[in-house]
């Protein structure tokens, strides 16, 4: 018997053409996808995944089937939540103050804040560290997702932008 697990990427959810691909988009409304052409083009895999669970507040990193860690999350309010959805990490910050709001490190997601619009580059969730760690574990940001610094400096060592994540 094969043992399957449950995964998402961007690539499965590709649809390619003679001329191009169908891509999730890092735009709004979140989940737009676009086309684009085949020769701008640069396929890479990764066996890694994040499952974040906003019930549990955790953050779970996934190698293939294999559960690696999780970690307790610090998530956005009532009034700015943190959406749900299926994104991947778009970027990646080294802010010039690893004690800023920000933390040590921030990756940016494909995705965006259901309610914040005018915010820098206009709403982008992310995931980072904090120079608060006691707002991990609770519902205090404006929709992206806190981790200690120590956590997401673990997180960048390994995973490279395009990592899948899925927001439950």
């Known amino acids: 018997m094969v043992r399957r697990c449950s995964s998402w ?3 499965s ?3 390619r053409t003679e ?3 169908r891509r999730y988009s890092p735009s709004r409304p979140n989940g737009t996808r676009g086309y684009i052409r085949a ?5 890479s895999q990764t066996p890694y995944r994040i499952v974040v669970n906003r019930k549990a507040l955790s953050l779970t ?3 293939g089937c294999r559960k690696v860690k999780t970690y307790r999350i610090g998530l956005g309010t009532k009034y700015t939540p943190t ?3 299926k994104f991947y990490l778009a970027s990646l910050i080294k802010p010039v103050n690893p004690n800023s709001i920000y933390g040590s490190f921030a990756y940016g997601l494909s ?3 259901p309610v914040i619009k005018n915010w820098t580059w206009g709403g982008i969730i992310g995931i980072h560290g904090t120079n608060d760690p006691s707002s991990v574990g609770k519902r205090i940001s404006h929709g992206c997702i806190r981790m200690r610094n120590r956590q997401i400096e ?3 060592k390994i995973l490279p932008l395009g990592t899948p994540v899925e927001i439950r």
Not at 39 to 43: E, G, I, P, T, V
């Open 9 to 11: 990427s961007s690539a």
């Open 13 to 15: 959810k590709a649809r």
């Open 61 to 63: 990193l996934w190698e």
């Open 39 to 43: 020769d701008s083009l640069r396929l």
């Open 111 to 113: 995705g965006y804040s």
């Open 19 to 21: 001329n191009g691909s």
């Open 154 to 156: 673990a997180l960048v």
């Open 83 to 85: 959406p749900v959805g």
